[in-house]
């Protein structure tokens, strides 16, 4: 089976640093996304991880691990905008299919 | 923008009747996919299509069918919407790139 499992809810002080982690369990693994999704709004791509490691993108960072099937995203000097739901997928196989979690809603606050 | 045009963006319709919602994309791209987002669920895929007339179910596939005769147009039908089909559609390309979604269909089913 396929499973990605992400905390539902998260709350963070505006400035503040924030993590958001993301295991996953899936028959085959290409890849891992983070995508960042305003209400109401299409997701909007992120970062990806391929190899073990950590990925910096800006006040966004990436990190991977195969071996643990672990993942987080790393949210720097958070702004009141990034109050968003951050979705983790896991690209399974051939075809570029995305298995998604249930994302996580992050409220950054004043 | 990744040049994908979703439409109607809203729409109403009653249990029992047929509906047709359209993706259509400006990139070529021979891979389309055809998500739903619920809450509490996440974004799950319901088919893809690989080429013009070439497509495969996803994990969330019964109740609907697709339809690719172009390759810049993937047609998704619910043959008998049911309220359990009430739900944002997402159209999305891309292969090894990261997906690039459209800005969804909001179907209600009363």
């Known amino acids: 089976g396929q499973n990605i499992d992400q905390p539902t809810e998260m709350t963070a002080t505006e400035g503040a640093i924030v993590q958001i982690n993301c295991t996953y369990q899936?028959?085959?693994?290409?890849?891992l996304f983070w995508y960042q999704q305003h209400a109401g709004e299409a997701p909007t791509f992120l970062s990806y991880?391929?190899?073990?490691g950590l990925e910096e993108k800006g006040r966004f960072s990436s990190f991977l691990s195969r071996s643990k099937g672990y993942s987080y995203l790393l949210l720097k000097e958070l702004q009141m905008k990034d109050s968003a739901s951050y979705l983790c997928?896991?690209?399974?196989?051939?075809?570029?299919?995305?298995?998604f979690g249930q994302g996580t809603e992050l409220s950054v606050k004043p | 923008d990744a040049g994908i045009t979703q439409s109607p963006r809203h729409k109403v319709t009653e249990t029992g009747t047929p509906v047709t919602l359209r993706c259509h994309q400006t990139?070529?791209?021979?891979?389309m996919y055809w998500y739903r987002q619920d809450p509490g669920h996440g974004l799950r895929l319901i088919h893809y299509?690989?080429?013009?007339?070439?497509?495969d179910k996803g994990e969330v596939s019964d109740g609907y069918s697709v339809s690719r005769s172009k390759t810049e147009d993937f047609l998704l039908t619910l043959e008998s919407a049911t309220s359990s089909q009430t739900s944002v559609y997402f159209c999305?390309?891309?292969?090894?790139?990261?997906?690039?979604f459209g800005n969804g269909t909001r179907l209600t089913v009363t």
């Open positions: 997928a896991v690209r399974v196989g051939q075809g570029g299919k995305l298995i």
């Open positions: 899936t028959s085959g693994f290409n890849g």
């Open positions: 991880n391929v190899l073990d």
């Open positions: 990139e070529n791209h021979r891979y």
């Open positions: 299509s690989y080429g013009v007339k070439d497509t």
């Open positions: 999305a390309i891309g292969l090894n790139s990261p997906l690039h």
